[in-house]
Nanobody
Framework: HVQLVESGGDSVQPGGSLRLTCETSGYTYSSGCLGWFRQAPGKEREGVAQICLGGGSITYYADSVKGRFTISQDNAKNAVYLQMNSLKPEDTGMYYC?????????????????WGQGTQVTVS
């Protein structure tokens, strides 16, 4: 039974930083991808960053967050992190962690089976 629990969301001023944490249980880190997605009110859920595993790791970042956000994992702690720097008002939204052993890099939200409940990030 896979469970994902996000934390770390908060309200910050533009230019600020936050680190989101996704604690996982029941998920095998040796394959597939974990990703951070976000959804603003009235908008579709969009991919922010993904890390794909299995013999090494590759990462993907949406153009809007490149150079500002960093995704990382800690296998020993069963956790995935999203370090967000230089936050902008357009980064506001509910941030979700997702995982799927069959997902590939840059896969859309529909390709991820397991989801957390989300953590709110507000930049204003």
């Amino acid at each position: 039974h896979v469970q994902l629990v996000e934390s770390g969301g908060d309200s910050v001023q533009p230019g600020g930083s936050l680190r989101l944490t996704c604690e996982t249980s029941g998920y095998t880190y040796s394959s597939g991808c974990l990703g951070w997605f976000r959804q603003a009110p009235g908008k579709e859920r969009e991919g922010v960053a993904q890390i794909c595993l299995g013999g090494g790791s590759i990462t993907y970042y949406a153009d809007s967050v490149k150079g500002r956000f960093t995704i990382s994992q800690d296998n020993a702690k069963n956790a995935v992190y999203l370090q967000m720097n230089s936050l902008k008002p357009e980064d506001t939204g509910m941030y979700y962690c997702a995982a799927d052993v069959l997902a590939g890099i840059q896969d859309p939200p529909s390709n991820f089976q397991f989801w957390g409940q989300g953590t709110q990030v507000t930049v204003s």
